[in-house]
């Protein structure tokens, strides 16, 4: 059975904890200023009781996830899509039916699943889809990860303090490199010091692409990955903190092992001596789960060296 498929429950996993920003963090709503107007480009916020909560939304914590995984997957040589509109593996790859003819894969996948052949539709998307496609989603298919939108709260769910500031623009023309006349614009931002609840839940996900997802995390906590806009300004940085790591094995297994999930790709990953046993999760808290991630980037490697040998 592939991990891919939605109808069996082999693992999952979660990282969860805070997100709080050493630096300016903007997460605005992606829009340029106009030029030559006089704008107040506001933070994302979100209604919560009775306020307005500044937050970070799953999808751009997604998106980042998916960027930097897919540039590092391809710097291995390994072959992914882009993931954008028209662009994913079920719109590129092409499959060849006896009955059906070539088909795209999306449109291979739909036709089975309409004649209850969802064997075929989950062979065929497991052969022919990518990494990112499998571990993000696909047209079609939802991935085997989601990103909750993170938002100040605490355990409690009571808002934590978050301190806005705001900085004057001036907007150049892109042309001529001057500066436009009357182009000021006034760009809010959280101040260093707020945190974020970050949560990021997989199913199914072998130890290699989780290995792959840990090496992002780290990246984000050393600075590396930077979230929001105007990075190129230092604004972004973001640190994790009372990070937790939980997972928990279908049938359970063996204390602190991870199985493998995939044959002759995945490797297992024995975490005995770092993750304790809670309630049936394999767990592990603060610097203990950067050491689970560096486990897991082992199985990560192996799986390069694997897909090249093939
Ligand atoms: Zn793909």
């Known amino acids: 059975m592939y991990w891919t498929s939605s109808s069996i429950l082999l693992r999952e996993t979660v990282v969860e904890g805070y997100l709080t920003n050493s630096s300016p963090l903007r997460i605005g709503s992606g829009r340029e200023p106009p030029l030559g107007a006089v704008v107040d480009l506001a933070v994302l916020r979100i209604p919560y009781k009775d306020e307005f909560l500044p937050y970070i939304p799953g999808s751009s914590i997604k998106g980042i996830f998916r960027s930097y995984t897919s540039s590092m997957a391809k710097s291995a040589k390994l072959d992914v899509c882009t993931g954008l509109a028209k662009e994913t593996c079920m719109d590129l790859k092409q499959i060849e039916d006896p009955e059906l003819g070539e088909q795209t894969l999306g449109r291979y996948v739909e036709l089975k699943l309409r004649s209850r052949n969802s064997k075929d539709a989950m062979d065929a998307f497991f ?13 079609g298919y939802a991935g085997k990860i989601r990103f909750s939108d993170a938002y100040p709260l605490d355990e409690n769910g009571n808002p934590l303090p978050v301190r806005l500031g705001a900085r004057t623009g001036i907007a150049i023309n892109r042309r001529t490199g001057a500066v436009m006349e009357h182009a000021l614009y006034t760009v809010e931002y959280v101040e260093p010091g707020a945190k974020f609840r970050f949560k990021m839940e997989c199913t199914n996900l072998p130890n290699y692409a989780l290995g792959l997802l ?33 997972n928990r094995e279908f049938p359970q297994s063996v204390d602190g092992i991870l199985k493998s999930l995939e044959e002759g790709l995945d490797s297992e990953v024995n975490l005995q001596g770092i993750v304790r046993i809670e309630d049936g999760w394999q767990v592990a808290e603060d610097h203990d789960v950067w050491s689970v991630l560096e486990k897991l980037k082992e199985a990560w490697i192996n799986a390069i060296s694997r897909s090249r040998s093939h």
């Not at 990518?130 to 993000?136: D, G, N, Q, S, V």
């Not at 984000?220 to 972004?236: A, L, S, Y």
Request: charged share 30%; glycine share 16%; with cysteine.
């Open 127 to 139: 052969k022919k889809a990518c990494l990112m496609c499998k571990i993000f989603g696909s047209l």
């Open 214 to 246: 840990g090496i992002v995390l780290r990246m984000i906590n050393e600075g590396q990955v930077k979230i929001g806009g105007f990075k190129t300004r230092g604004f972004g940085e973001v640190k994790f903190e009372n990070i937790r790591f939980k």
